[in-house]
């Protein structure tokens, strides 16, 4: 069974999954690195608005970001964000 602190800790990780925006992001950088100008394309937004789900995305530890030049390029953290993702379009497939 889990502590209080841990269950606390599952509650902000499914907070975070619980904003369309996030899940557009994860969805996107399931097939790959992307800098932000892309992501922003793909899912038809502006880049200041990707720009801060990204930075919610990153200190929670389900992206991360390297640089190459100016350019800065981000990616899912693991296999885990797959992994929860992938359980969740499972879970609401069955519905």
């Known amino acids: ?3 209080e602190d841990k269950m606390i800790d599952l509650a902000e990780l499914f907070k975070i999954f619980g904003d369309s925006t996030r899940i557009k992001i994860i969805n996107v950088l399931l097939y790959g690195e992307m800098c932000v100008g892309d992501i922003a394309d793909k899912i ?6 990707v720009s801060h789900q990204l930075r919610i995305l990153k200190s929670s530890k389900l992206v991360r970001c390297s640089k190459c030049g100016k350019e800065v390029y981000y990616s899912l953290d693991d296999e885990h964000v797959e992994k929860i993702f992938r359980l969740g379009c ?4 069955e519905i």
């Open 90 to 93: 499972e879970h609401i497939n």
């Open 44 to 49: 038809n937004m502006s880049q200041s608005a």
């Open 1 to 3: 069974m889990l502590n």
